[in-house]
């Protein structure tokens, strides 16, 4: 019996549209019940791979194919999207883009209703895959109104329900609180131990890493450039030579100067074998670290007893305080819909507070219209392709004071000003539609800067990025924070806030749990708990190499890891 379940045999794909091949000479196979983590950055051909497994190619997204594709023992090219949506069930990185019916039940049943099963077996099967997933009790809810965890979950059981061999999630992570995405990554370990054959396409390594995999396939323009055990994959230098973020606890031992070797099985840290090595973990704590000098605090911005509910029955906000200093970047972290995104629609003025100010340098500026806060507070949308109206990038830079009537040689003179400084000045007279989506994040933000603001919000700003554009951003942010910019950074992702932020506000379920030292909030397991984040492995790996305050670990850690990338670029 033939156990392979997706076979690769010097398979080559080209968009139609393109003038190179996205996939070139693919030799791979995926056995029954493997569970397999594609890795890669932007570009790299990940994401095609996948489409190719699920049949959106050749039947959704043409192309020219060379090769052969034989997924569950049917050649790919010679089948039907349909045909292949009952071996392959695919998880969206986008949950709401895969939602067809109006309650959760609905959707669950969709594939049972299509394959006109009997009303009552649809009943029981519906239920029986809910319960699996811990939806049961939501069956009459609007899939649209769940949380982000949740809405993951339906997704889940609308491909379990159909009984495939093979689960494709393509990102399931991205938009996910740190502890729901770990809580999927449980879900999806749970799932593979059914005899399912799991493929996961993701970029965040040390997060899929919270639970085993069998191997994991490293992808780069096209091409796959390694195929082996997460051991293996660890302890090369693939990861760095490919701008993909290898676990923190292994940054911090090759900081020690560990050589990491398969032997120490380093690919989880509950098998890394610390015992080899924390003598050196420990000599380099203990030769590097110094306490943080105290911070000179100049207040500029003050939240003072800020509530708000849409509809005048569930608050979304309650009582929350904050002060924003001079200069500062500071991390607003918390679980999805815990009203980190309505709190900065307040600062902006798009949403009026029902109680409580909001004081720049003490000025309350509830006086002032949307159009003159922005001269206060600027804010960076998530997606870029929701901020951009202009064709060309000088005009986007542009249009904020074109509508604020300032004279065109002023314009030209801070727009080419505000260009250089987000290093876009040789691109002025392009297209934007010629960049790429870390250029038309700069874009932007550019847009934002020119109009002076004394502070800058920007929501998720490295979300759905590899580390190499999530690292050209956040150190194009740093630098800007240097230069006396006050930035606001709305994120879910703990690494980000860790090594970027000296400070974070931690909000849940509407209220104010914590405003301290960054590395503080990610050791402090209680409220990690409480706010769905997620505890950093540089706590745990100090715990086992026996070091007796642990969070003076992480703040070394932390000091050292800005010195080094700040000697890098």
């Known amino acids: 019996m033939n156990d392979v379940l997706v076979e690769f045999r010097d398979y080559s794909f080209q968009y139609f549209e393109q003038s190179q091949p996205t996939l070139k000479n693919i030799n791979l196979k995926i056995k029954k019940g493997e569970k397999v983590l594609i890795l890669g950055p932007s570009g790299s051909g990940k994401s095609t791979l996948g489409n190719c497994i699920n049949g959106l190619i050749p039947f959704a997204h043409k192309g020219k194919i060379d090769g052969k594709l034989f997924v569950d ?8 999207l349909f045909e292949l949506s009952n071996h392959v069930g695919t998880v969206l990185q986008d949950s709401d883009g895969q939602f067809i019916g109006l309650s959760v039940g609905e959707d ?3 594939a049972l209703e ?6 009552s077996l649809m009943h029981e099967r519906v239920q029986k895959i809910a319960n699996i997933v811990d939806m049961g009790q939501l069956l009459n809810q609007n899939p649209h109104d769940l949380s982000g965890g949740q809405k993951q979950r339906v997704s889940l059981a609308g491909v379990m329900v159909d009984d495939v061999d093979i689960l494709l999630f393509d990102e399931p992570l991205a938009n996910l609180d740190p502890k729901t995405g770990k809580i999927a990554i449980e879900l999806i370990d749970s799932i593979s131990q059914n005899d399912k054959t ?3 396409i993701e970029h965040r390594l040390e997060d899929v890493l919270h639970k085993k995999v069998d191997r994991i396939v490293v992808m780069n323009d096209g091409s796959i450039v390694m195929d082996d055990t997460p051991d293996n994959v660890l302890s090369s230098d693939i990861l760095q030579k490919y701008g993909i973020r290898e676990p923190l606890y292994l940054t911090a031992a090759k900081y020690a100067k560990i050589d990491i070797v398969p032997e120490l099985k380093p690919a989880y840290l509950e098998t890394f074998n610390v015992e080899l090595c924390k003598d050196k973990i420990r000599s380099w704590y203990e030769s590097n670290h110094v306490r943080e000098q105290k911070e000179n605090n100049s207040p500029l911005l003050e939240i003072k007893n800020i509530s708000f509910s849409y509809d005048g029955k569930r608050p979304i906000l309650q009582n929350v305080n904050a002060i924003i200093n001079e200069g500062e970047m500071v991390s607003i972290v918390g679980k999805n819909g815990a009203g980190k995104t309505t709190l900065s629609s307040i600062l902006c003025g798009f949403i009026k507070p029902d109680e409580g100010t909001v004081l720049m340098e003490g000025k309350d500026l509830s006086q002032y219209s949307i159009s003159e806060r922005a001269e206060y507070i600027g804010i960076v949308m998530q997606n870029p392709n929701q901020m951009i109206s202009k064709t060309m990038i000088f005009d986007e830079v542009a249009f904020g004071l074109r509508i604020r009537n300032v004279d065109e040689d002023e314009i030209k003179e801070k727009v080419h000003a505000v260009l250089k400084i987000c290093g876009l000045y040789e691109f002025r007279n392009w297209p934007i539609s010629a960049l790429s989506f870390g250029q038309k994040k700069r874009v932007t933000i550019a847009s934002i800067l020119v109009l002076n ?11 759905g990025q590899d580390f190499f554009h999530y690292s050209e951003i956040m150190e194009f942010l740093r630098k ?7 930035i606001l950074l709305i994120t879910h992702d703990m690494h980000l806030m860790l090594e970027y932020t000296n400070r974070a506000i931690v909000i849940c379920d509407g209220k104010k749990l914590a405003d301290k030292k960054s590395y503080e909030v990610l050791c402090d397991l209680d409220l990690t708990e409480k706010a769905n984040l997620k505890e950093t492995s540089l706590f745990d790996l100090a715990l086992k190499a026996g070091i007796d305050d642990p969070l003076s670990f992480v703040e070394c850690f932390i000091h050292y890891d800005r010195r080094v990338r700040r000697n890098e670029n």
């Open 73 to 80: 023992g049917i050649e790919n090219k010679n089948s039907s």
């Open 108 to 110: 669950i049943a969709f």
């Open 114 to 119: 299509n394959d006109m099963v009997e009303q």
């Open 198 to 200: 799991v493929i996961i």
């Open 453 to 463: 603001p004394k502070i800058l919000i920007l929501d998720e700003p490295t979300a």
């Open 480 to 486: 800007l924070n240097e230069n006396g910019q006050t």
